[in-house]
């Protein structure tokens, strides 16, 4: 009997690292490499993304948000459960920063511009995309490595809030030479 209750747990853990294991490898199948010729605007790209990271306004707004909690209790679960048009989530891009944002995000070569605080949680975005997909990022490589240094992933893939292929890139915000945030955008690829 013992072996009978066994062996459907076996199964469903084989089925589960198959699943997994598939899932994996389709997102690692629908990710691109990067033609030169975007990852000369990629290049472009993060230089632009340099200097916006040290404008005034994006490091006086991240400054101002160390001082706030952020939204009380927030988390990506509730941040899911908001519409673009809550007002907590329009405030993020109609503050000073976010319409900045958007300015900087018009034309044709960003999907997104998000700022975050040092610990990954939104501060301002470009309204053009929508709302952001995640409200607070800080386990995400994007960070992580835009908190670093300036970063690209250096693959096409969807991006996960719009799923237009792009290439994520991100920079840190440095004041008095400390990152404080991370300026975080998408390139498009198409």
């Avoid at 990629?42 to 400054?63: G, H, M």
Wanted: net charge positive.
């Amino acid at each position: 009997m013992k072996a009978m209750t066994f062996l459907p747990d076996i199964s469903n853990t084989v089925l589960s690292i198959f699943l997994g294991t598939a899932l994996f490898y389709i997102n690692v199948a629908q990710a691109d490499t990067v033609s030169p010729k975007l990852q000369a605007k990629v290049d472009q790209c993060k230089k632009q993304l340099v200097e916006w990271a040290a404008t005034p306004l994006i490091v006086t707004e991240l400054k101002k948000s160390s001082k706030k909690v952020g939204f009380s209790g927030m988390n990506n679960l509730k941040w899911d459960e908001l519409s673009d048009t809550n007002p907590a989530v329009t405030a993020l891009s109609q503050n000073a920063a976010g319409k900045q944002l958007a300015i900087w995000a018009e034309g044709k070569l960003l999907e997104k511009l998000i700022l975050r605080d040092e610990k990954g949680t939104i501060v301002a975005f470009s309204y053009q995309s929508g709302k952001p997909l995640i409200y607070n990022i800080g386990n995400r490589i994007t960070f992580l490595s835009g908190l670093k240094s300036t970063w690209d992933e250096g693959i096409v893939k969807p991006d996960p809030t719009t799923q237009r292929n792009s290439v994520q890139i991100s920079t840190p915000v440095m004041d008095n030479g400390k990152a404080i945030g991370v300026l975080h955008a998408a390139v498009l690829a198409e």
